[in-house]
C-alpha cells in the first residue's frame, strides 16, 4: 500500500526527515511513533501530497506521492492532529459539505453519525464541541469518501479516556473491514493496542521497525523474574544459562513458585534504549 | 473547475457568513450610513447618499470579504484540508468570490430602497457595481492570499481600503493631486457613474467610458491575482 525508500526533508539547515525507508502493506495497522518534532507530521505531509520531499521517493498503491496526489488523495482520508474544522457551521453542515465537494453519499453522514455516538449532536456548532467530540468529526470526514488508506495523525492526543478507547474501538473496526491505517502517536499503549506493526522515529530517522512482539522480543533482557515462597524479592534468572530449567521446573514441582514473569521490554523501554530520550 | 465543488463552496460561506460577526458588520456598515445621511443630514440629495452607501458596498465589502474568508481559511488550517479534497484553488477563488459578489448585487437592490431611490433606473447601478465588484474581490483575494491570518488583513488591507475608498470620495472635493491620483481608480470611476446615473438621469449607454475602465481594471486586477497566486499560493510549505 504504501514504499518509502530514502525519504528525506530539509527545512532551512534542519533535516526534519533522513533517508526514512519503511513499507505499510493492504489491510495493516502501522504506527509510527516519536517523540514531537521527530518529523511524523513532515512524513504524513509527504505522503498525502502537501509538501514536496526534499530526497528520496514514496509511493502509495504504486502512485508516486509527488506526481498523481490527486488520484492518490480521492483514496485516502485524514485526519490531522489540529482539529481545522468549521467552528461556526454544526457538525451536519460541516460533513455535507465535504460530501458536496466529494460527490459522496449524504446518507453516510447519518450512519457515521450514529456509529460514533453523535447523532443527537448532528445540529451542534462545532465550535461548541468537546476535543473527544470534535476529533470523532474529524474521523468521520475523512471516511465520507469511502477511502481505503487512513492516515492519522496523534488521533488521540489529549483525549480523556473514554473518548480515546472510542476512537480505537472504531479503528479497529474500520480495520477490519479492510482499511489500511496509517497513524502517528507518542502514546506507546495507543500503539501496543493497536498496531500490527511499528516503525520509531527519531529526529528524522527511523531508528527500529517491526512487530510490537518482534521487537520486544529483539529487545528482551531475556530473563526470567520468580518469587519463590518466603522470599521478598524476586529471583533474575537467566534464560539461556542452562541450569535455569531445571531449577524452575524443581521450584514448579514443589510448589515454591509465587509468581513468574519474563523480562520484556515495553515498545516505551525499547525507545528510551535506542534514543536515550523518552517518547514523551 | 467544478460547477458542483464551486456550489457547495458557495453554500458552505453563504452558511458560514449568517454567524461570522465581523463580515456581518461589513455589510452592515453601508446601511448604516446611508441610513444615517438620509436621515440625519438634512437636504441630502437621494443620489448623493445612494452613491456614498454603494461605494462603500463596493471597496469594503467587495474587499474585506473575500480578504477574510481566504485568511480566516488558513489561520485555522481548513484550507489544508480543502486542498486535499477535490476542489481546486480555482473552485475555491470561484466559490468565495461567487459568494461575495452575489451578496453584493442583493445589498445594491436593497441599499436603492433603502436609500429611497427608483428600481426603475436601476440597471446601469447594477452592472457598475457588478463590474466594480468583481474588481474589488479580486483585489481581495489578492490580500488573502499575502495575509497569513486575519488580523494581517487588517494590515495588509487597511491602507489599500482607504485608497479605493476615500481617494474617490476626497477627489470630488478637490482640484489636486488627489483628483490626479483617483484617475487611476476603478471605485473612482464607478462613483463618477454613479453621480451621472443618480444625479444627472444618464443612462446605460452615456457611461460607457466609466464601464470601459472598470472593465480594463478587471483585467489589471485579475491578472495581478495570477501573479501573486503563483508566487505565493493558497498554502505555503511550512
Known sequence: MIKVLNLSKRYGQKDALKDASFHVSRGEIFGFLGPNGAGKTTTIKILSGQIAPTGGTAYIMDMDVTREQSRIQANMGIVPEKANLYERLTIEQNLDFFCRLYNADRSQIDYYLHRVGLLQEKSTPVGKLSKGMKQKVLLIRALLHKPSLLFLDEPTSGLDPASAATIHTILRQLNEEGMTIFLTSHNMEEVEKLCHRVAFLNEGSIVAAGTPEELKLQYAARQLRVLLEGEETERILEIDEPQTADAVAAWLRAGKVRSIHSSEPTLADIFVRLTGRDIQ | ?238
Not at chain 2, 440625519?40 to 452607501?53: A, E, R, T, Y
Not at chain 2, 433606473?121 to 489578492?142: D, H, Q
Not at chain 2, 476626497?170 to 489636486?176: E, K, N, P, R, V
Request: charge should be positive; aromatic fraction near 8%.
Open chain 2, 1 to 238: 473547475m467544478s460547477t458542483r465543488r464551486v456550489l457547495a463552496i458557495f453554500l458552505k460561506e453563504a452558511q458560514d457568513i449568517r454567524t461570522n460577526k465581523n463580515i456581518l458588520l461589513m455589510y452592515l456598515l453601508p446601511f448604516v450610513i446611508v441610513i444615517i445621511y438620509k436621515n440625519f443630514i438634512p437636504n441630502m440629495p437621494v443620489g448623493f447618499v445612494l452613491s456614498f452607501g454603494l461605494m462603500f458596498l463596493a471597496a469594503l465589502v467587495g474587499m474585506y470579504v473575500p480578504a477574510m474568508l481566504i485568511a480566516e481559511e488558513k489561520e485555522k488550517c481548513t484550507l489544508d484540508v480543502l486542498m486535499l479534497s477535490p476542489a481546486t484553488p480555482l473552485d475555491i477563488f470561484l466559490g468565495k468570490g461567487l459568494l461575495t459578489f452575489v451578496s453584493i448585487i442583493i445589498c445594491t437592490v436593497i441599499l436603492i430602497f433603502v436609500a429611497g431611490s427608483s428600481l426603475s433606473g436601476a440597471a446601469p447601478i447594477i452592472v457598475g457595481m457588478a463590474l466594480t465588484a468583481v474588481f474589488c474581490i479580486n483585489f481581495g483575494m489578492i490580500i488573502g492570499l499575502l495575509a497569513q491570518n486575519q488580523m494581517a488583513t487588517g494590515v495588509i488591507g487597511t491602507p489599500l481600503y482607504m485608497i479605493f475608498l476615500l481617494v474617490p470620495l476626497l477627489a470630488q472635493l478637490s482640484d489636486s493631486f488627489i483628483t490626479k491620483l483617483a484617475l487611476l481608480l476603478p471605485t473612482h470611476h464607478f462613483f463618477n457613474m454613479l453621480r451621472l446615473v443618480l444625479e444627472d438621469g444618464k443612462g446605460l449607454g452615456e457611461t460607457i467610458n466609466q464601464l470601459a475602465i472598470i472593465l480594463a481594471s478587471i483585467i489589471v486586477s485579475f491578472i495581478l491575482l495570477l501573479v501573486v497566486y503563483k508566487r505565493r499560493g493558497l498554502t505555503q510549505d511550512r
